[in-house]
């Protein structure tokens, strides 16, 4: 138990400076709520695109031996980040305790914890209180110095899932600049901990079908708290920003996809240097195969090349019976595939989108999934 710990702990250290260590400096000057203190952070984007500013990091405190387990009840409260109990504001639009789907409704809400308003943005289909069964639940997760309208419009989740017919919940990060914290501070687990509880106690969300998905420093808090968590979700989706491995036996379904000419989150790896410390990065493949390994795959991946620029390995044969699946995407820089990016950033062919994936395995579709969710880069 111990050495697991231990290997937490430094899987969280790697984590900050997968996207710290390349960041430099800060053009956003927005207060959110939030404490006054610097905790470790992760960097990443300002959505969708490139990467800017950093803060400098100390060693990260284990998320994954201390995050409480998601209840799917109605609790009333919540933890807060300071150890004290917090009362959830439910918004009346979306009763904690509904079995009503109409009450899910499109827009921000807000959930408090610890005294402090956190909000997240909310697109649903537009027939969900007829629907006849259960619909899947995404979370996404925007990058450093972000926001949840952002990336939900930059990754066209906001209208691709509700017309696949998947709930699409965004939250949005505090501090400032804006992130997520692997760190346990300012109450990031226990808002999301509230959030799945609200979303998955309405009698129309399939709580079999729960995904996270994350740009950048949304990749790596959609990796560390889902592993966290990893018997609650059916998939998680990291975009350029890998963790290292750090599932159990009982992975769900890992989607990779990140660029080659990334140099934020480098693709190839590499030596970072974190405050006084060397911490040694595995290049993307690598680190890929490792996932694959915790959960239990076949050693060897089934490798495709998707449209022009798009190289798919899969592992199967996993121990819950999933897949792991990295996308290397030539020429792409620091950018979710196919949305708007910075000049230099985005690939000049067709590329394949992760979130088309990932909708396209959470409605089952026949579809050949990767040659389907080819688009022009953005």
């Known amino acids: 138990m111990r050495a697991m710990r231990l290997a937490r702990m430094t899987a969280l250290l790697a984590v900050s400076v997968v996207l710290v260590a390349c960041s430099s400096s800060t053009s956003s000057t927005s207060s959110t709520p939030g404490s006054s203190a610097a905790p470790a952070t992760l960097a990443a984007s300002t959505s969708a695109g490139t990467e800017s500013g950093g803060t400098s990091v100390g060693p990260a405190s284990s998320a994954l031996g201390t995050a409480p387990a998601i209840s799917l009840g109605a609790p009333t409260t919540v933890a807060g980040s300071a150890g004290s109990s917090a009362t959830t504001s439910v918004p009346t639009t979306v009763p904690a305790a509904t079995t009503g789907c109409e009450q899910l409704t499109n827009g921000t809400h807000t959930i408090e914890i610890a005294g402090v308003a956190r909000q997240f943005e909310l697109y649903v289909p537009a027939a969900l209180s007829f629907m006849r069964r259960p619909l899947p639940l995404m979370v996404l997760f925007h990058g450093y110095n972000g926001t949840a309208k952002e990336i939900a419009t930059d990754t066209r989740l906001d209208l691709q899932a509700v017309n696949a017919g998947v709930v699409l919940a965004v939250p949005q990060g505090v501090d400032s600049p804006t992130s997520w914290h692997v760190d346990g501070s300012f109450g990031d687990d226990d808002f999301i901990d509230a959030l799945l509880r609200q979303l998955t106690s309405a009698s129309c969300i399939d709580r079999a079908n729960v995904w996270l998905a994350g740009f950048s420093a949304g990749a790596a808090f959609t990796g560390v708290y889902g592993c966290a968590h990893a018997a609650q979700f059916a998939g998680l989706v990291m975009v350029s920003g890998l963790p290292p491995a750090m599932c159990p036996d009982n992975s769900p379904i890992i989607q990779i996809s990140h660029g080659v000419a990334d140099q934020v989150a480098p693709f190839n790896g590499g030596d970072q240097l974190v405050g006084n410390s060397t911490v040694h990065l595995d290049p993307v493949p690598i680190s890929a195969a490792a996932w694959a390994a915790r959960a239990g795959c ?68 026949p579809d050949d999934v990767d040659a389907a969710c080819l688009l022009a880069a953005g």
């Not at 950018?335 to 910075?342: D, F």
């Open 298 to 365: 076949a050693v060897s991946a089934v490798v495709a090349l998707v449209g022009e620029a798009s190289n798919v390995s899969t592992w199967s044969g996993c121990a819950r019976g999933q897949t792991v699946s990295l996308v290397a995407v030539s020429g792409l820089g620091h950018a979710w595939p196919g949305a708007p990016a910075p000049a230099g950033q985005a690939a000049t062919v067709p590329v394949v989108d992760p979130g088309c994936v990932a909708l396209k395995t959470m409605t089952n579709s």
